[in-house]
């Protein structure tokens, strides 16, 4: 093509004025960091969403079986029993989530309850995100200890913070929640709640607000006892599969449990908080992309200077025989060059930035105390559906920017 050759000449060829050649470099060179910008914070939210996910994953199950209408299971021991056969499956454990009021001798605090089982417990792996104390689920066994038959439950570090509790059974918080049954008896309220002692055996986090905040871990029975649950029931059921194929397992559990049910898998279970990354990351890429098309305007600077200075050179071309649409067309080449090779500058550069930030981790978080970070250095991942969406963008802004040879006839 005749066009893109002459403007590939005129891109590569050394201009007459300076002016033309700085606004050309500076063209390339606000295309390009425009570009790298966009390629490392894409790269870096996915590194904020494997961090979410890989927390997630210590206190979420593989699969959760929730009730399509409702808020509880009936007879939730027998249907964990039943998907327990299922092939793949290898541990159903019913858990109960409620609203709850916690006492202590320094004040109040309202927390979300968590029954489980020590089954559920120990799929979990809750004693591997403890920073106090264990994860003791249960009852106190010592009948020369004064605690005989208490049971045990497990705070976030949340509660552990507001409360000023500790971990090793030398703690102890109440908790109550409204009867659920029953008449209430005005002249007393106190009567209108049920309350249960708990012992705490430890404070545990997992670096993510729904669990750190105001969650405490105690046996399913307590629960169910608050709660005048006395036929097996639960909010949901936990499934852990062990290795086995998720899907294929949750697919074989819809078909068990029934319409009734709804199975979600660890994204599902916590759709809200990735749905918030994602919204974070693709406004932020549209600021980004704002901020090239702002950059574009350089080209068509840079485009009208070189016009005027190769008017000579189009009026040779013109004697040749060569139309105004040919010259247009050499300038609009002109202007795709520029964005294209800004934009493939950035892409590189961001990828091997990117690259060696996910696997050197170069560029370190700070902290007075080390310890308390998740991760020790910025967390990103490079995906190659994130550089075709960039590529797009740059391929668009250069279709923009050629359409300014059409109006900046000198």
Known sequence: MLALRV?????????????VNILSLVSVVGVAIATMAMVIVLSVFNGFSDLAAGKLSLMDPDLLVVPARGKVINNADSLASTLGSIAGVSVTAPIIKEQAL?????????????????????????????????????????????FDGCPTCVLSVGVAVETGLRGGLNSRLCVYVPRRTGRINTANPMNAFRGDTLLVAGVYRVEQAEYDTDMVIVPLEVTRRLLDYNNGEATAIQVFTQGADTDAVAREIQLRAGEDYRVLDRYRQQQQAFNMIAVEKWVTLLMLAFILIITSFNIISAIYILRVEKQGNMAVLKAMGATEGLIRSIFGWQARLITVAGGAIGLILGSILTLIQQYGHVIKLQAGDMSALAVEAYPVRLEAGDLAIVALIVVGVALLSSLSTYWSKP
Do not use: F, W
Request: aromatic content about 4%; glycine content about 10%; hydrophobic content about 40%.
């Open 7 to 19: 403007a590939l000449r005129y891109l590569v060829s050394k201009k007459t004025h300076n002016a």
């Open 102 to 146: 916690a006492v202590t001798n320094d004040g109040q605090m309202p927390v979300m309850l968590q029954g489980m089982t020590v089954e559920g417990s120990d799929a979990t792996c809750l004693e591997g995100i403890m920073l106090d104390g264990s994860a003791l689920m249960g009852y106190i066994d010592d009948e020369k200890s004064a």
